[in-house]
Each structure stands twice: as C-alpha cells, then as structure tokens.
C-alpha cells in the first residue's frame, strides 16, 4: 500500500470520531462535514513523519477547527438551532449514522444550551467531558494553561446543568495571592515576590506579550521576582475567564493578560498572553484589590 493510500486508511479509521467530535461542538452536520475535510487537508500536507500519535494529533487539529469556526459564527448573526442542526428541518432525509450520534449524549435540548456557551466553554466541556480529552491537551487548543481550562470547562458544565456560578474557596485564595503578587511587584519588595512565589514557578509568554518586553521560558522563584520587581505600576486586577489575575492595559484596551496558576498559596505558573486574537476573546472583569 502506497504512502496516500495508508495515510487515507488510517484518516478514515478516525473519520467517525472526528464527526462526532465536530457535531457535538459546532450542532450542524454541514459544518462538521467541512471541519473533518479540513482535517483531513491539512493532514495530507503535514509531515507525518512528526506525528506520534495520530489520533490525538486530528482531535486536536478538528477541536481548533471548530473553534475558528465557532468564533467566526460569533461575528456574525447567530442562526436558530432549527435552522443549523440536522433531524429538525421536515425536507432533510434521516441519516441513521447521525441519529446514532444525537441519541448518543448529544440531544437538540443540549445543542440548544449549547449555543449559550463562549467558543472556548463549548470547547472545552465537549472534549472533556464527552470525549475525555484530558486538560493537557485541550489547553493549547484554546490557548489556556491546563488549570484554566479545567475552570473553563468547569464553568460550561455548571451552565448546562443549570447550576448557579459557586461561591469558590480557590478563586478567593487565588485573588488573595494574587493581589498580594501585584503589591509585592509595585511596591519592589524582593522578599515578598519571593515569598507569594513558588521555588519552580515558570512564566511563559506568547509572541504577543514578548513584543512589550515579556520573556518567555522563565523558571525558578529568584528569576521571576527579578523580572517583577518594580515592573507591574500599570497593571489592574481582574477576573481572567472566571479565574483572578492581570491585565496592562493602555487607553482603555488590554496589551498583556497575566494568568495565574496558584498551587498550594502560591504562584505556581504564570501566563503572560498578548496575542490579538486571544484578547479578542477573553473575558475580563475588573475587581477591586
């Protein structure tokens, strides 16, 4: 068998899944149709040669799919699910195979929550939660730490059960650490950065919060509270997705969100993203601190 031939094989061993993911995250049979054909395109000009594991590697290609796709239907007005879902419209033919996969966990009341969900929540609680994707790998799907994406999907399961937001122990731990960061960071108190910060706390930066002086692949508690000191006048404290941490902004606009990952009372990771697309998208709320 020819090296298309076996690449064809093994896609089609895996098309099933990839439908059933992209139905679930997106509700349109058309739309998932067009995710898994772009799977499969972008497949056919990767180097293969790199892949380690197959499967893994086109769930996360079709989950970023879908999430284009779910931002771009964001900006655009939003149809009923009527009019986007398969099995409702009266001159569609039934399709058993898609029967199967909406009677599957996937019924049109829970497409219709759904809908309710920020593309990154719809994201992240269908991967985990119904394909048991693990956080590690649906973090860099929706450009998230892992501790992120396990409070954002943690959020979308509360929503469509229909539970109010929880009064949660760890957020107000968090925005106490966080806070006390900030101070320590303002205020150039060496000593304090070094106390809120864990010994192998990392800090990581996309090429967004790189280009104002961000500096990605710091480790170890001495390096960042150097890199903190005295460095943070400008920055406010919010609610980063639900979760506390930073945000520097300039006229009105954010240039730079500091995520924070805090394990134990203290700062374990922190995420420093600037990237256009990510600001778009991520919800920040101003607190007082």
Known sequence: MGGDDWL?????????????????????????????????????????????????????????????????????PELPVGDHSPGIADDVVPDPELEAVQADSVGLALLVVLETLSPAERLAFVLHDLFAVPFEDIAPIIGKSPAAARQIASRARRRVRGTPEPTDVDVVRQKEVVTAF?????????????????PEVVVRSDAGAAAYGGTPGLAGADRVAQEFSGRAAAAKLVLVDGMPGLVWMQRGEPLVVFSFTVVDGRVAAIDLRGDAEYLENVDLVSLKG
């Open 182 to 198: 900030l101070a320590a960071a303002r205020g150039a108190d060496f000593s304090a950065l070094l106390n809120v910060l864990d």
């Open 8 to 76: 064809a094989t093994r896609f089609e061993q895996n098309r099933d899944r990839l439908r059933a993911v992209a139905y679930r995250i997106l509700g349109s049979e058309p739309e998932a149709e067009d995710a898994v054909q772009e799977t499969w395109i972008r497949l056919s000009r990767s180097d293969t040669a790199t892949i380690d594991n197959l499967g893994g590697w086109l769930t996360t290609v079709v989950g970023r799919i879908c999430l284009d796709m779910l931002r771009t239907r964001r900006g655009r």
